[in-house]
């Protein structure tokens, strides 16, 4: 295997990319802009000219390095196709033959940006030694990775892992971002929490709360007095955990995970976050499941670059 290689997580404004050793170190990391215009057709050429420029800072030579890795924020086929990506401003791109060719054919792997961050926890993250991992992120939305036998789960259509839009409630009315109604990431995302807090901060029977004396209630304000004893902000936590443990209880009944892993924004909040997650599975899961093992991530930001760089040190 050649000494290095080169991780990018390409997101809708900025593109974070990572200069690492083949064994998983990281050893220089930067970012550029993430040029969208011309359905994202600049895209390949940016990464190329900046991935070249310190290649050539740093003396390194491309036939030195192993490969690309490369995640998105869209689905993504097993052959590297992406299935369209909004925000990138890709349709259906062949973004893995694409990138290669950028590369005068050098080994590329193209995957989704939650699977990678899935991977890159598995890897050298809070999932290190384990095989068998689900990884939620919790941000504005939920996004999911899952890894079976050391192989991420892409499925035939590139949405294997989109564990945030489950359909957890038939008798939601607001529709989710994707379309349908009742989805998960309608109650276990940062946006989710906020969202259940305002209906519930709304209604004429509710008890005296100290989110009330806050203009905005986001997430982080409702984890903060609920780790203070406040009820209303109790019983929120409570029912965002209570419908991730759910779906953590299904993904867990058919792939059986030994670890699953917590990230993203809301993950932030602290342990309080796995810890009514993990109490609420125990309900739910199969009683041969019920020791699956919860942990926050630890890679932060970083996760998705070290995913795509196992993605691709992986492929044959």
Known sequence: MKEYCVGADIGGTTIKLGLFRSVGELIYKWSIPTRTEDHGSKVFGDI??????????????INEVEGLGVDVP???????????????????VKAEELFSKEFGGLKTAVLNDANAAALGEMWKGAARGVNNVCLATLGTGVGGGIIVNGRIVTGAFGAGGEIGHMTMNEDEEEM??????GCLE???????IARLAKLKLNEKDCPETSLKNYDEVDAKVIYDEAKKGDKVALELVDELSRYLAKAFSYVSAVTDPEVFVIGGGVSKNGPIVKEHVEKFFK??????????????AVLGNDAGIYGAVKAVLDKE
Request: hydrophobic share 30%; charged share 25%.
């Open 48 to 61: 190329r000219d900046s991935v070249m420029s310190v290649l050539e800072e740093r003396g390194i030579d």
């Open 74 to 92: 869209g689905p993504v086929l097993p052959d590297g196709t992406v299935n369209k990506c909004v925000n990138v401003g890709w349709g259906v």
């Open 176 to 181: 989710c971002n994707c379309g349908k109604k």
């Open 186 to 192: 309608q109650y276990s995302s940062g946006n989710g």
């Open 283 to 296: 309900e739910y899961a199969f009683h041969a499941s019920r020791n699956a093992r919860f942990e926050l």
